[in-house]
């Protein structure tokens, strides 16, 4: 079992960055998938990045360009650094595991973090 914990979240004006970070307990990271999701009020969750095991990476539309993904495996930690936010970038983040292989499928995911709010203020 793979406990995750997102941080990092918070209020944050247009143009600004913010760094979120997912701290993994129980299994070592080092065989996971690791993604990060988003769910804004009213709306279904969606992907935004993805890394896998080796580092190769996934970004939506959206975010390419903005925002990065990256991995600690020796701290057991996965890291979303967002650059040039936006209004609508304002949501909860999620972070999320999988075994293996790297997918943007919010459905093969089996693991999941309690959230952390990202407000992108105009």
């Known amino acids: 079992q793979v406990q995750l914990v997102e941080s990092g979240g918070g209020l944050v004006q247009a143009g600004g960055s913010l760094r979120l970070s997912c701290d993994a307990s129980?299994?070592?990271?080092?065989?996971?998938?690791m993604g990060w999701f988003r769910q804004a009020p009213g709306k279904e969750r969606e992907f935004v990045a993805a890394?896998?095991?080796?580092?190769?990476?996934r970004y939506a539309d959206s975010v390419k360009d903005r925002f990065t993904i990256s991995r600690d495996n020796a701290k057991n930690t996965v890291y979303l650094q967002m650059n040039s936010l936006k209004p609508e970038d304002t949501a909860v983040y999620y972070c999320?595991?999988?075994?293996?292989?790297?997918?943007?499928?919010?459905?093969?995911?089996?693991?999941w973090g309690q959230g952390t709010q990202v407000t992108v203020s105009s």
């Open positions: 999320a595991g999988r075994w293996y292989k790297v997918t943007d499928d919010i459905h093969a995911y089996d693991y």
């Open positions: 129980g299994r070592t990271l080092s065989s996971y998938a």
């Open positions: 890394i896998g095991m080796i580092g190769s990476t």
